[in-house]
């Protein structure tokens, strides 16, 4: 796993936390991250293209 994983992992599961722990939606967390994290990522590198990591398989946790 990567560094760029790894953060969106952690901001998946703050999200996740943040929403009181709901069941069902690790999908929109991750979604929701990536576009926090690769935001992040994309001003720090001056808009070069950055590589989205896949979501976690179905029924696996965000965090």
Known sequence: MDELEDRIRQRAY???EQEGRPEGRALQH????AREVLGETTDRREGEPVTRP?????GESTG
């Open 14 to 16: 703050e999200l996740w």
């Open 30 to 33: 991750w979604d929701q991250a």
């Open 54 to 58: 896949s979501p976690p398989h179905r």
